[in-house]
């Protein structure tokens, strides 16, 4: 912490006014990070799936190579928080509000609920599988709760292989 305020030139009490434990910077770190990675998102019309998979992979690869405090925040942070401060700092929330509206997600869940949920699954399966599989993980998870989100008695194609039972063939 130390070396960090010397790099900073600020003073200690500036420093630990903002960040009392080096936990609470560690979740403000991640916070950001996470809306960062979802912020400035295109509004091209274009599938909520194919705007966000690309941020996805970027967010798990950043993960992945992460380091030091950094690597110490995807291990020990406190996701929830982190997480709930990104879903607050970025257009997620509207994203989902404008794909509920043009019918491409349900019309029952609400945008910023939504985001919180999906950047949580996303962040939660990035933290368990940082150093290996975070990429292909982040991605099922964000893929499970758009599924969750699709407009009622849309049919969810199963993966190949994937054995199909008639309870398992539509998502209502």
């Known amino acids: 912490m130390r070396?960090?305020?010397e790099a900073l030139e600020i003073s200690e009490a500036t420093f630990f006014n903002y960040f009392?434990?080096?936990?609470?910077l560690m979740d403000a770190w991640l916070g950001q990070q996470l809306a960062n990675a979802f912020a400035e998102l295109d509004p091209a019309p274009r599938s909520v799936r194919a705007l966000l998979r690309p941020r996805v992979r970027g967010l798990a690869?950043?993960?992945a190579s992460a380091v030091g405090l950094?690597?110490?925040a995807w291990e020990r942070g406190r996701l929830q928080l982190a997480v709930s401060s990104a879903a607050r700092h970025c257009e997620l929330a509207e994203v989902f509000r404008r794909a509920s509206g043009s019918g491409e997600l349900r019309r029952d869940i609400?945008?910023?609920e939504?985001?919180?949920?999906?950047?949580?699954a996303v962040a939660q399966a990035i933290a368990v599988a940082r150093e290996t599989g975070a990429?292909?993980?982040a991605i099922?998870?964000?893929e499970l709760v758009l599924d969750g989100a699709r407009r009622r008695h849309e049919r969810v194609q199963l993966g190949k292989g994937a054995p199909e039972s008639p309870e398992s063939s539509s998502v209502r």
């Open 110 to 112: 609400d945008g910023a």
């Open 61 to 63: 690869r950043d993960a």
């Open 70 to 72: 950094e690597a110490s």
């Open 20 to 24: 009392p434990s080096k936990s609470d």
């Open 3 to 5: 070396d960090l305020i």
């Open 140 to 142: 099922r998870a964000a």
């Open 135 to 137: 990429e292909a993980r």
């Open 114 to 120: 939504l985001a919180e949920l999906w950047i949580g």
